[in-house]
C-alpha cells in the first residue's frame, strides 16, 4: 500500500511539475489598457493567467495607462515598433487614433484571425459594431481592432455635485434653466462659501466646447487636438444643424468665439483651476478633483448608468448628469472603445485568441474589470456584485475601455436588470445625418501635422479660458490659416459630399 501511495504521489508531482514547466512555457502577451486606477494587479492577474493558459496560450501581463499618461505610452509604443506591447486600446478620439493609425500600418488587420477564431466573438459583439471597424487601413479594406461593445451612442452632460448644489440653495433644475452662460452665479456663492483654494467648474476643455457649441468630433481628425467639426441639431440630433452638412474650422465660428470668451471669464474669476489649462496635469487634475468630489459643476461625457459607476468610486457626494442634447449615434461613438493589435507584436496569434475571450467570456471580463471574488467584491442574495471598497481603491480598470460590457454582471449600485435597461438606451438613439462618414487625412497629411502643432499651442489654453480670447484667438486662426487650414476643410468636406451622395 505504502509503495502504491509513494508511486501516486510521484506521478502527482510529475504532472505538477510538468504543468508548472508548461505555464512557464508559455508566451507573455502585454496589453495597454487606458484611463486605469490599478496599483495592485497580482491577485487578479494570477487568477485571470490560470483562466487563460489552455484557452489562449499564454501569459497576461497588462501596463495600466492613465488618463494622463496613455497618449505617450502608446503612441511611442507604435511609432518605435515597440513589440514589448502586443496590444493597444485605441479609439476615434485617441492619440492612436484608429482610423489614421490603421492606415500608417501599425495595427494589425484581423479579418482572417476573425475567420479562424472569432466564432465566439462575432456572436458576442453586433455586426453593427463589426462595420464600424471595417475601414480602409494599410493592408485593404478590413477590420484592424476589436470593437469594445459599450455605450455605442454619445451624450454629454454636466457632473453636477448635488450635495453642494443643495447647500447653495440651487436645484437640478436651476442648472438647466441657467445653462453654461448662466453658470457664474452659482460658481461665485461656491466659492463664497468653500474659499479661494476651491475651483467650482471642473471642465474637460474639450468636451466643454463642444457640449456648449453642440459641436462634435470628426473621425479621421487629428486625434490629440480637434480641428474640424459638424454642428449638431440640439432640438433633434437625426436632423441637419445649422451648418447643414458642412465641415467647418471649429476655432472660426461665432460659436467658438462665444464660448472661449465666457470661459475666459470664469477662468479671470478663480472658477477654473489653471492645472486644467496645461497638458500635462489637466486629465490628471481633471481626474483626481472628480474622485474627491471637490467641484461643483464638471463635464462628461456620459455612459448609461455613469451614476452608478460615480457611486463606486465613493465621491462621498450625490451625483447626478443633466444632458445638453439627446444621446445620439455617430462614428466617434461607434469607435469610441478598441483594442488593436501592435503591428510589431511577435505574438498576433494568442493576442487575438485573448481579444476574442475577453470580448466573449463573462469569466475572464469579471475578473480584468471587476477583480476577484472575496477579494474585490462578493456576491449578494441576488447575484449581483458588491465592491470591497478597500480592494477596488487599487484595482479600478476603465470598463468602457475593456471590451464588451454587456457581458458582465449588474452590480448592487446598479440593480438587477441594468445590463439590459443599458442595451435599451442604446437602442433608442438616433444617428447623426453623416453617421458612417470617416476623413482620410492622407492626402493633407502634411497640413494636418502642421495644424496640429497650431492647435497645441493655442487651444487647450483658449477652451479653458487661460488667456484672453480678444488678443489669442486672432492670432491662433491666422497661424491656422498659414498651417495650410483651407486645403484641410476643402479636402474634409469633398470627401463628405462624396460619401452623402452614395
Known sequence: ??????????????????????????????????????????????????????????????????????????????????????????????????????????????????EEYGADLKAA????????????????????AVNGFKDTATQNTWDVNVTLLSELGYTLEDVKNLGFYGFGEIFAKAKELKGDSFYPFLVEPM???????????????????????????PDDVSAEGAYGNTILNKFATPEYAAFVEKMHEYYEAGYINPALAVAETSNDTRTNAQLTGDY????????????????????????AFVPCTDAYVDTTASQGAMVAINSASNHVEESFKFLALLNSDPTLMTLLNYGVEGIHYTLDEDGLVVFDETARSTYSPWTNGMGNVTILPDTQ??????????????????????????????????????????????????????????????????????????????????QLDNYLSK
Open 1 to 114: 500500500m505504502k509503495k502504491i501511495l509513494s508511486i501516486m504521489l510521484a506521478l502527482a508531482m510529475a504532472l505538477s511539475l510538468c504543468s508548472f514547466s508548461q505555464a512557464a512555457d508559455l508566451p507573455v502577451i502585454t496589453i495597454l489598457f487606458h484611463g486605469s486606477n490599478v496599483s495592485d494587479d497580482t491577485a487578479v492577474l494570477e487568477r485571470v493567467n490560470e483562466y487563460i493558459a489552455d484557452k489562449v496560450g499564454a501569459k497576461l501581463e497588462v501596463v495600466w495607462g492613465t488618463w494622463g499618461d496613455f497618449d505617450d505610452k502608446a503612441t511611442n509604443a507604435l511609432t518605435t515598433a515597440d513589440s514589448d506591447i502586443d496590444m493597444v486600446f485605441t479609439c476615434s478620439w485617441s492619440a492612436d487614433e484608429y482610423n489614421s493609425f490603421a492606415k500608417k500600418g501599425y495595427f494589425v488587420k484581423l479579418d482572417d484571425l476573425i
Open 413 to 494: 449600485s446598479e440593480g438587477k436588470g441594468f445590463r439590459e435597461a443599458f442595451k435599451a438606451y442604446y437602442a433608442g438613439a438616433k444617428a447623426i445625418p453623416a453617421l458612417g462618414y470617416v476623413f482620410d487625412n492622407s492626402e493633407v497629411a502634411n497640413q494636418m501635422a502642421a495644424l496640429s502643432n497650431v492647435a497645441a499651442q493655442y487651444a487647450l489654453a483658449l477652451d479653458c479660458g487661460a488667456i484672453d480670447p480678444a488678443t489669442e484667438l486672432p492670432k491662433f486662426l491666422e497661424a491656422l490659416d498659414a498651417a495650410g487650414m483651407q486645403a484641410y476643410l476643402d479636402a474634409a468636406n469633398a
Open 207 to 233: 468636451v466643454a466646447e463642444r457640449m456648449v457649441t453642440n459641436s462634435i468630433i470628426i473621425a479621421g481628425d487629428a486625434g490629440s487636438v480637434n480641428l474640424l467639426s459638424l454642428y449638431l441639431n
Open 296 to 319: 461643483l459643476i464638471g463635464t462628461q461625457s456620459y455612459a448609461y448608468g455613469y451614476e452608478y459607476a460615480a457611486d463606486v468610486l465613493s465621491r462621498g457626494i450625490e451625483v
Open 125 to 144: 459583439i453586433p455586426e453593427s459594431l463589426m462595420q464600424a471597424a471595417t475601414i480602409e487601413g494599410a493592408e485593404g479594406k478590413g477590420i484592424y
